[in-house]
Structure formats: structure tokens, C-alpha cells
């Protein structure tokens, strides 16, 4: 009996399970030799990853240091504001992510995934800040919608306040998200993308002082991103407290003062140098810096032909006009090319060769002393003494008070004005002077410029007998303990030699202007205060003859004079003084004067009635 029970393997079926079973084998190795890999070879890059989404890093922002003014009184603060973040390495459809946050932000797709692409060298485990300031009705749609969000986070941060809006918003400067040049130039500093930094005025100038330094958590979250526990807290530390030398008060009068008007304002401390108010019109809101500018808005201001960003009290360079006829008289005098007592005959002009240089009263002053030239300004008492004093010893005297130079002030893009001299003119024209442009010279026209903070620095130097003093705008620097970092003192830049009889004759010229009927700037005295002072009306361009005739709301504002004033009061013991400078604003005595009587009657407390209508003298 055969044992075959009636079936039988061929030889192909033996190939096949042959095959298969090395196959099945093969597959296993396999198996098992990823698995070494993994759990042996990989282990540490993968129980990193594991621990990254279970353990989350949120950085936590540094309040910046708050500002005040020289009394305490707060300028500039913080705010809580709320922010939204990714976490790239949980995204797995940015495009899609994006498109769910632009619709609940109310943003454009497209900012959002340029600050995504910005960043990208940011490690993926870090937040990526993606919105600032978001609304309330926003956040609650983040919230309500977080499931659909994976690795968004909404958190709490500081953002800069202004309680004033555009008070003083050039001195300031504004907030800017860092870029990545800047980013790679303070990698070491801690800085991360996101974060807003300092980009004018002083925000930027005391970045390092007002930043304090970033905190940051270790939270355990769970699979869907939620967080479970805290882990490690490192608390951030705020900025330091910086108090400035302006008088909040003042600042806001002088403000006010400008109305709709372009222009500048500085008000110094005679004694000390410090700046009580800077001014600079048109303004903008530096809050929206802070929270992010949009383009749209960034183009508006650069647009604006009154360039509301520019700080025109230390950029702005304008000709100076009548307020120079005190430098030029203070030469003369020096010089002893003239005395108080020099007189001249203003007849509407003086002749120069084959050119009349005409006086702005056209049938002239008569006979005119110092005295007199300066009340009434008077254009050829300054014309006849400028040729015998000669361009360069009026140059020395201008430059000697502080015009010409960059004075040091602690904000970039200070300019230095323009003081023409012989050896200047030679460098930069390849030509010869000519008495002419110093007969122009003298009354702060042709080529002389001058900065509004350096004028109020001029007219400080007068009414201290000649002491120079750099300006200053930080009064001191604290930490949160109150302990004085950095204080300023007085620093003397330049002391000019002036007799006390020369000063004497020029002040009581400057007195004459404002107390005394017929003075240009009569209109604009205050009851009570003895204040000294120097109209100026620059022109901007040449008119014609006939347009001068013209009321000055009839020209073409552009083509507008420009009008100053320089003022220091009170008289017998000067304390502050004054520059105030209208683009486009056509007389001294009528624009730029009665914002100085504003800006002397909020110092000294002197209630104000309207100051009296004032016919606009052109050239004064």
C-alpha cells in the first residue's frame, strides 16, 4: 500500500514557496534593520522631536521703558495688546492656514505670508509673530475657530501708548518691526524676528536704555496643542525710565499755538541749555508705528508735501531773515566797524555798484541808529555796516554763537545750517566773493541757513552775555529702583567775548522790538512780561516786483516767505528763549510772533486775550 495520500508537491510550487518565504524573510530584515536604526541609531533626534511637541517655548516681550517730562508727568507708556503667532513645525497647509487667518484677521493674504517668508531662518519651534494689536472681535473668532488653526497662539503683549497722539511725536521717533539686516547686525543682543525696535528720534537713540530685556515660559502642551501645565517661568525686565527736559505744559501750548500751520518751534532753558518744548509741524501718530504701519499709510506721509516726518526743528534749514540782523550787529559792534550811536539814512535802499538793494519799508526809515535799525528792522543800517565789517567776521560771529555746525543734539540727521565765508564760496563755486552777497548776508538771506534749534541757541547766547550751551532733551535715566543711571549738566560749548556795553545796546534794539510802539513786534507783547525779541520774513523765491504788492493768501503758498521770530524773556534776568519758524506763514510779526506770545504766556502763567491784528510787513 503506497503512503502517497493522493496528492503531491511539484517542483514549481517548491520554487514558489521557496521565493516567498526569502521574500517574507527579506521584508522582515528589513523590518528589523529600520528598527535598529530607529530606535538606536536615530533615538536622540526623534525623542527631541517628541519632546518639542509636548514641551513649548512662549517668549514673553519686555515692556519698553516709559517716558516722561521733566515734572514726572507721563509722555509715553505701554499697553496690553493682543498678537498672534505660528508654530510652523505643527502647520501642515500653510497656504490653507494663512487663508483662514487673513479672513479672520481682515488682513491681506499676502502680508501675512510675507511676514511668514521673512522669517523663515527662524527655528520652526519658535513662535512666529504674525499680527499685532489684533481686535477683540478677531481674537474671539481665533478662539472660537482653534481647532481649525493647529499651531496658532494668541498671546498677550506691551505695545507702545501715546496719551498725547502727535504731541512731540518727532522727538519721540516711532516703533519699527526689526528687519532682518538689523536682525543679523544684534543677533547677540537677543533680538528676535517680530520684535519692534527704535527707528527715529529717541526711541531709536535710547533703544538700548528703553528695550529691557525679553522673558520667556516652558509650557507642557498636549497633542491638539492645548497647554496643560507651566514648567519654567523667566520673568521679562522692562526698560528703563527716561525723564526728558521738556515741560508737557509747554509743549502742548506750543503745539497748540501752530494750529494748522507747518513749521517749527524750540524753547530753551537760558541757564541750561535744555530744550522745554520742540515742536515740528505737520506731525503723525506714532502709534501707528506701534502697532504696524501699512503701506498705505507709509506712502500718505512720505507723499505729504508738508513732510510731516521730518523733524524741522534740528532738519529744517532755513534762511534766517531779520532774526541774523542780531549776529550782525553783535559783529559790527565786536568789530568796531559801528556803535550804538552809528547812524544811517534809510532813504528805501542803498546803491551797490549797478544794484539797489532795496530796505522792505519802501520809503525808508529816515535816520536810523542801532537801536532803531533793530525795532523797526531796518534793512540798510545792517547793508552799510556789513561792508565795512566784511563777510568773514560776520561768518565768525554767526559761527561763534552756534549757527554753522551740528550743536550735538541727541537725534540723528541734525544739520548743521550754512555760514558762508570767502574760502566756502571758493570751494564750492570755484568763484570770488562779492560785496553784494554780504550786503544779502547781513540780513539772513542768500546763501545763510540756519536750523530753528539753532537760532534758539543764538538767542540763548545773547541773553546769557554770550554762553553757548549745547541742548539738551534728557534729563535724566532711571531703573525701576529709581537709581539715576545718567543725569544731564550743563555744557558750555563756546564762550564769545561781547562787552557788556555792546550786548546792552543790542538787547535794549531787541526790547524796543516788542515794548515799544512801532516795534514790528509790538502787537504781540505780553502785559506783565518784559521780553526781548527779532522778527524775520526769509524769502522762499524772487518775485516779481509788482507781487509784493500782493496779500500773502494770494500767492501761491510755495512761493510764500517763510516767517520767524526769536524771543528771551524776562529781560532783566533772561530764563527761557525762543525760535519759532512758520514755512510759508508770510510775515514775522503777523505768523510766527503771536505763537511765541503764546508759547511765553504758558511759561509765565499770563492769561492771554487775542494779540492785536497785525498788518503783514513783507520784509521785516
Given at each position: 500500500m503506497s503512503i502517497n495520500s493522493g496528492w503531491s508537491v511539484s517542483p514549481g510550487?517548491?520554487?514558489?514557496?521557496?521565493?516567498?518565504?526569502?521574500?517574507?524573510?527579506?521584508?522582515?530584515?528589513?523590518?528589523?534593520?529600520?528598527?535598529?536604526?530607529l530606535q538606536l541609531i536615530r533615538v536622540d533626534h526623534y525623542q527631541a522631536l517628541s519632546e518639542r511637541n509636548r514641551i513649548r517655548y512662549v517668549p514673553i516681550s519686555a515692556p519698553r521703558g516709559p517716558i516722561y517730562d521733566r515734572d514726572g508727568e507721563l509722555l509715553v507708556e505701554n499697553r496690553p495688546a493682543f498678537g498672534v503667532s505660528v508654530l510652523r513645525q505643527e502647520v501642515e497647509d500653510r497656504d490653507r492656514l494663512i487663508s483662514h487667518l487673513a479672513a479672520f484677521l481682515?488682513?491681506?493674504?499676502?502680508?501675512?505670508?510675507?511676514?511668514?517668508?521673512?522669517?523663515?531662518?527662524?527655528?520652526?519651534?519658535?513662535?512666529?509673530?504674525?499680527?499685532e494689536d489684533i481686535s477683540r472681535e478677531a481674537l474671539e473668532v481665533i478662539q472660537e475657530n482653534s481647532i481649525d488653526l493647529?499651531?496658532?497662539?494668541?498671546?498677550?503683549?506691551?505695545?507702545?501708548?501715546?496719551?498725547?497722539?502727535?504731541?512731540?511725536?518727532?522727538?519721540?521717533?516711532?516703533?519699527?518691526?526689526?528687519?532682518?539686516?538689523?536682525?543679523?547686525?544684534?543677533?547677540?543682543?537677543?533680538?528676535?524676528p517680530g520684535d519692534f525696535v527704535g527707528k527715529s528720534g529717541l526711541e531709536k537713540r535710547l533703544e538700548p536704555s528703553l528695550r529691557?530685556?525679553?522673558?520667556?515660559?516652558?509650557?507642557?502642551?498636549?497633542?491638539?496643542?492645548?497647554?496643560?501645565?507651566?514648567?519654567?517661568?523667566?520673568?521679562?525686565?522692562?526698560?528703563y525710565k527716561v525723564y526728558l527736559t521738556i515741560d508737557r505744559d509747554l509743549q502742548l501750548a506750543a503745539e497748540k499755538a501752530f494750529g494748522e500751520q507747518a513749521g517749527a518751534a524750540v524753547v530753551l532753558d537760558v541757564k541750561t541749555g535744555e530744550v522745554l518744548a520742540m515742536v515740528s509741524r505737520p506731525s503723525f501718530d506714532p502709534a501707528l508705528f506701534a502697532r504696524g504701519i501699512s503701506g498705505q499709510e507709509w506712502v500718505q506721509l512720505l507723499r505729504n508735501p508738508r513732510h510731516p516726518l521730518q523733524n524741522k526743528a534740528i532738519k529744517g534749514q532755513y534762511p534766517p531773515g531779520s532774526t541774523f540782523k542780531i549776529v550782525t550787529a553783535l559783529a559790527a559792534l565786536n568789530a568796531g566797524v559801528a556803535s550804538a550811536s552809528t547812524t544811517v539814512d534809510c532813504t528805501g535802499g542803498m546803491q551797490l555798484g549797478n544794484r539797489q538793494f532795496r530796505c522792505w519799508k519802501k520809503h525808508g526809515h529816515g535816520r536810523t541808529d542801532l537801536k532803531?535799525?533793530?525795532?523797526?528792522?531796518?534793512?540798510?543800517?545792517?547793508?552799510?555796516?556789513?561792508?565795512?565789517?566784511g563777510i568773514d567776521r560776520l561768518s565768525a560771529m554767526a559761527k561763534a554763537l552756534g549757527l554753522g555746525e551740528p550743536l550735538g543734539f541727541p537725534l540723528e540727521w541734525e544739520k548743521g545750517g550754512l555760514i558762508p565765508t570767502r574760502q566756502w564760496k571758493k570751494k564750492r563755486y570755484n568763484a570770488g566773493w562779492y560785496d553784494g552777497e554780504t550786503v544779502i548776508a547781513s540780513i539772513g538771506q542768500g546763501y545763510v541757513l540756519a536750523t530753528p534749534l539753532q537760532m534758539a541757541v543764538m538767542t540763548a547766547a545773547v541773553a546769557s552775555s554770550g554762553t553757548v550751551l549745547k541742548p539738551q532733551v534728557v534729563k535724566r535715566i532711571e531703573d525701576l529702583s529709581g537709581n539715576v543711571l545718567e543725569s544731564a549738566t550743563p555744557q558750555v560749548l563756546n564762550r564769545v567775548a561781547l562787552s557788556e556795553a555792546d550786548l546792552k545796546a543790542v538787547r535794549r534794539g531787541l526790547e524796543a522790538v516788542l515794548n515799544e510802539p512801532g516795534g514790528t513786534a509790538w502787537a504781540s507783547r505780553l502785559e506783565g512780561l518784559s521780553a526781548a525779541g527779532k522778527t524775520g520774513t526769509s524769502q522762499v523765491v524772487k518775485l516779481k516786483e509788482d507781487r509784493y504788492k500782493e496779500k500773502t493768501e494770494d500767492i501761491e503758498y510755495r512761493f510764500r516767505d517763510h516767517a520767524l521770530f526769536v524771543a528771551y524773556?524776562?529781560?532783566?534776568?533772561?530764563?527761557?528763549?525762543?525760535?519759532?519758524?512758520?514755512?510759508?506763514?508770510?510775515?514775522?510779526s503777523k505768523a510766527a510772533a503771536p505763537i511765541a506770545r503764546s508759547i511765553l504766556a504758558s511759561y509765565f502763567g499770563i492769561p492771554t486775550e487775542p494779540p492785536e491784528e497785525t498788518p503783514a510787513i513783507p520784509g521785516e
Open positions: 510550487s517548491r520554487r514558489r514557496f521557496l521565493a516567498l518565504s526569502l521574500a517574507a524573510m527579506g521584508i522582515f530584515g528589513l523590518l528589523l534593520l529600520r528598527l535598529w536604526y481682515g488682513e491681506d493674504p499676502e502680508v501675512l505670508l510675507k511676514r511668514w517668508e521673512g522669517n523663515r531662518r527662524f527655528p520652526k519651534h519658535r513662535p512666529l509673530p504674525i499680527a493647529p499651531g496658532v497662539l494668541v498671546d498677550v503683549r506691551p505695545m507702545r501708548s501715546y496719551p498725547y497722539g502727535e504731541m512731540a511725536a518727532h522727538l519721540f521717533g516711532y516703533l519699527g518691526e526689526i528687519t532682518e539686516a538689523e536682525l543679523q547686525q544684534a543677533e547677540d543682543d537677543g533680538y528676535r529691557g530685556v525679553a522673558g520667556d515660559r516652558l509650557v507642557e502642551v498636549n497633542v491638539k496643542g492645548k497647554e496643560l501645565r507651566q514648567l519654567k517661568t523667566r520673568d521679562p525686565v522692562p526698560g532803531k535799525a533793530l525795532k523797526e528792522s531796518c534793512d540798510v543800517w545792517f547793508y552799510q555796516v556789513a561792508l565795512d565789517l524773556a524776562p529781560t532783566e534776568d533772561p530764563q527761557i528763549a525762543l525760535c519759532v519758524v512758520v514755512e510759508h506763514g508770510g510775515s514775522g
